[in-house]
Nanobody, 117 residues
């Protein structure tokens, strides 16, 4: 059964940090590019960060550059999103997706991140 599962969300104060995880099962995760997206209430889903299928390149949306880091473990079974210096405007449901260009991407169910004092 194909599954993508996000975890690591929660409530954090402004300036704090969280690390999100995206774990896959049922397909060869290492051959897929992985992207993180987020969706705040009343807003469209937006791209946050991405990593290539073999981890050789990464990309970030301007609002998170310098604060967020995407990485994968050696076996590429899990992709992480390290989020530092969090701001209230980072509050959203965070989703990961996996794509290889040959089929529609797989999506996880999302994990809630709330940045508030």
């Amino acid at each position: 059964q194909v599954q993508l599962v996000e975890s690591g969300g929660g409530l954090v104060q402004p300036g704090g940090s969280l690390r999100l995880s995206c774990t896959a099962s049922g397909f060869t995760f290492s051959s897929y590019a992985v992207r993180w997206y987020r969706q705040a209430p009343g807003k469209e889903r937006e791209f946050v960060a991405g990593i290539s299928s073999h981890g050789g390149s990464t990309g970030y949306a301007d609002p998170v550059k310098g604060r967020f880091t995407i990485s994968g473990d050696n076996a590429k079974t899990t992709v992480y999103l390290q989020m530092n210096s969090l701001k209230p405007e980072d509050t959203a449901v965070y989703f990961c997706n996996a794509l290889n260009g040959l089929r529609p991407p797989y999506w996880g169910q999302g994990t809630q991140v709330t940045v508030s004092s």
